[in-house]
């Protein structure tokens, strides 16, 4: 298993929650990781991404999420995290963390590519 999420759960709308994501085995800073969400009877979409540590972790999100979500990463931890502020019932979702060796990202094509997947974490808001 190289990617293990964790955090979601039932929240109402306006509540926060971060989700966290480890990677135990790869080498997570040589990585570019995001988040997609699927939301039931939808695609999988990319909602955040953050940069490998060699081009210095810049993030990009899309629309729906600017200002409410927060992608971070700690290197040293291996850990990748999700801050959702304010969620809303659209958010509703199960959420994949994603891991692509030294990738690319932008606001217009998301992740360019995936290596790894997670297994997912559902976060579930009530309205």
């Known amino acids: 298993v190289r990617l293990v999420e964790s955090g979601g759960g039932l929240v109402q709308a306006g509540d926060s929650l971060t989700l966290s994501c480890i990677s135990p085995?790869?080498?997570?800073?040589?990585?570019?990781m995001g988040w997609f969400r699927q939301a039931p009877g939808k695609e999988r979409m990319f909602v955040a991404g953050i940069r490998w540590a060699g081009t210095g972790g810049g993030t990009v999100y899309v629309d729906s999420v600017k200002g409410r979500f927060t992608i971070s990463r700690d290197n040293a931890k291996n850990t990748l995290y999700l801050h959702l502020n304010k969620v809303e019932p659209e958010d509703t979702a199960v959420y994949y963390c994603?891991?692509?060796?030294?990738?690319?990202?932008?606001?217009?094509?998301?992740?360019?590519?995936?290596?790894?997947w997670g297994q997912g974490t559902q976060v579930s808001v009530s309205s």
């Open positions: 085995v790869l080498a997570f800073s040589d990585y570019t």
């Open positions: 994603a891991a692509d060796f030294r990738g690319s990202i932008s606001a217009a094509r998301g992740m360019y590519d995936v290596d790894y």
